[in-house]
């Protein structure tokens, strides 16, 4: 359990190349993502929807403000790192919440990344194509 008096929780998401630093502090429940409203920030409502899911399931909507620096990968990845970081930080305010962000998987670090481009080849699946003459 996290002290009382510790008013800021600090907390790093990763997913794909993009790492999201986050800082939650009680609040009304405003996000800001780079120093913008994140419905400005992410365009897409599906990324949207994904960074708002740790705190819809453990209802602390607005109860916290979080600020958040992202950087590195695409939007969707982002997102993603976003996500993490939150539901982690959200897991240092009790362990009731811990318990419940870990069933629904949002702790656990998506592994998936883009596989590496192979040598002598054209991707990393691809292949030259096979002639027999």
């Known amino acids: 359990m996290v ?6 929780i600090w907390a790093t998401g990763r997913r794909k190349s993009s790492v999201a630093r986050v800082r939650l502090m009680p609040g009304n429940g405003e996000i800001q993502v780079n120093k913008k409203p994140l419905d400005e920030y992410f365009g897409r409502p599906t990324s949207r929807l994904v960074v708002r899911q740790p705190l819809k399931s453990t209802n ?3 109860k916290f403000n979080i600020v958040a620096n992202v950087k590195g990968g695409g939007k ?10 939150i539901a982690r930080a959200l897991a240092k305010t009790s362990d009731d919440t811990k318990v419940l962000l870990r069933r629904k998987g949002y702790l656990t670090r ?4 883009k ?3 192979k040598y002598g080849q054209k991707g990393a699946r691809k292949r ?5 003459r």
Not at 3 to 8: W, Y
Not at 110 to 113: E, K, L
Not at 128 to 132: E, I, R
């Open 3 to 8: 002290e009382q008096n510790v008013s800021i």
């Open 60 to 62: 602390l909507f607005e």
């Open 76 to 85: 969707s990845g982002q997102a993603g790192a976003l996500r993490h970081g």
């Open 110 to 113: 998506d592994p998936r990344a």
């Open 115 to 117: 596989e590496r481009k």
């Open 128 to 132: 030259f194509q096979w002639t027999k």
